[in-house]
């Protein structure tokens, strides 16, 4: 009889380990169990619906759990990953500075593609479907509608539990802790931050900017993007990664400087130069708004800046301080940290506490920066999980 491998979630990882392991084991019975309605719920809405699907570079250093990522996926640069899903059918092309795209622009195409090769290869799949337990005694997985399943091999990759809205939940960790895992707490990374100072007036600023995270005084990360302000708080790709370095048992503060940016970097003499030919010169760098609240705080008449003032404006705008108040929670975070903890994950991703039980992508206790490091990830542990799995 056919040996049966059970997928438990259909999203990123387990789409395409299910489709490598079955190309390579055309004979094994193949089944992907999905609690959500459709596949791929949370692929479908990654880089606002374009699927940033790997980074531009390999560089495995920025990954939480580096030395982890290095000993597993470190052998597979970004360029197979690449090569490896044009053999899906999807072609990528690179968006400069900025990452992997299929070709398309489209999310959606990818997972339709991908279930595109489950339907020829024969892979079924249940929708709707919670896996709620299992036993490695007796093989059988329970399902929320309490039928029972054997399976031979059972492949975990059921992500993590940011994003409720695309179904990220927490389904199995009280599962996972009573079979002796070390199931780390989820928490929120890839977030919002939400300060304590009153930033309702800034709302929808958009800002080209550096954005300095300092605990206590000390230096703890820096990062130049766009910065965008909410009713309570900051969001934007910069902010996104700054979150991962909060730690929400200390205190930090958050300095803007508007005058450094990606594109570029005026000093204080250029400034001044400006001054010169209009008094105003701060809207051609700043939005109004964000002028009005720095010289409202520096009691700066926004109409009748003196020269002398300058040297107090620069040193204020350079370096716009906001008090981090917490993290957004687990329903805006991108990605969750936490999960199975590394070290009970062997190199093949199978678990080192119980024989033919594999993890692979989010579930796993590593997080990378926006960027398209999460499905690098994600798709990396489904390539090296399928070409290392024998029978
Ligand atoms: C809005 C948004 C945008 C993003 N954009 C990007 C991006 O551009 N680039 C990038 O690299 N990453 C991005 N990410 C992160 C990326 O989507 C995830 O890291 C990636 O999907 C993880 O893949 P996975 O297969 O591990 O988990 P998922 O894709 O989350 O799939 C897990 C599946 O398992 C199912 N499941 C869970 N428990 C059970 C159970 N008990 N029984 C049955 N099914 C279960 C879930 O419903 C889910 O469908 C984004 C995330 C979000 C929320």
């Known amino acids: 009889m056919a040996k049966k491998v059970i997928f438990i979630g259909g999203g ?74 044009k053999t899906l059918g999807i072609v990528t092309k690179e968006i400069k500075g900025v990452g992997y795209y299929p070709i398309s622009e489209s999310a959606s195409n990818v997972v339709n593609l991908l279930q595109n090769q489950l339907d020829t290869l024969g892979i079924r799949y249940l929708l709707n479907t919670k896996v709620i337990d299992y036993s490695i005694k007796d093989k059988y997985i329970k399902l929320d509608n309490n039928d029972i399943l054997s399976f031979d091999y059972l492949i975990f990759g059921i992500g993590g539990s940011s994003y409720s809205s695309l179904g990220g ?87 803007i400087n508007p005058f450094i940016g990606k594109t570029h970097n005026l000093s204080k003499e250029q400034l001044k130069e400006l001054y010169r030919y209009n008094k105003n010169f701060l809207l051609s760098i700043l939005p109004t708004s964000l002028v009005e609240y720095g010289l409202s705080r520096l009691d700066i008449n926004k109409d009748d800046i003196k020269e002398n003032q300058l040297d107090i404006i620069y040193d204020y705008f350079s370096k716009i301080t906001f008090n981090v108040s917490k993290l957004f929670p687990l329903e805006y975070a991108t990605v969750s940290r936490g999960g199975i903890d590394v070290n009970q994950i062997k190199d093949t991703f199978e678990s080192k506490i119980e024989d033919n039980v594999y993890f692979l992508g989010e579930i ?18 489904s390539i090296i999980f399928a070409d290392k799995f024998t029978l």
Do not use: M, W
């Open 12 to 85: 990123a990882s387990n789409l395409i380990a299910s489709i490598l392991l079955k190309k390579k084991y055309p004979f094994l019975d193949v089944l992907l169990i999905e609690k959500n309605s459709q596949l791929g719920r949370k692929l479908k809405a990654t880089g606002s619906g374009r699927c940033n699907i790997a980074p531009i570079s390999d560089d495995i250093s920025l990954f939480y759990n580096q030395q982890f990522v290095k000993d597993t996926i470190g052998e597979i640069p970004v360029k197979n990953q690449l090569e490896v899903l």
């Open 169 to 255: 939940e927490d389904t199995l960790s009280n599962v996972f802790k009573s079979h002796g895992y070390k199931f780390n707490p989820q928490t929120p990374v890839l977030t919002p931050i939400k300060v304590k100072e009153n930033v309702h007036r800034l709302f929808g600023i958009r800002l080209e900017c550096q954005v300095t995270l300092r605990e206590n005084n000390k230096f703890v990360y820096q990062e130049k993007g766009e910065a965008q302000f909410r009713k309570d708080g900051l969001s934007g790709i910069v902010i996104l990664n700054i979150s991962r370095f909060i730690d929400e048992n200390k205190k930090y503060v958050l300095e």
């Open 364 to 381: 796993i206790d590593v997080d990378g920066p926006c960027g398209g490091y999460s499905l690098r990830f994600a798709i990396s542990s």
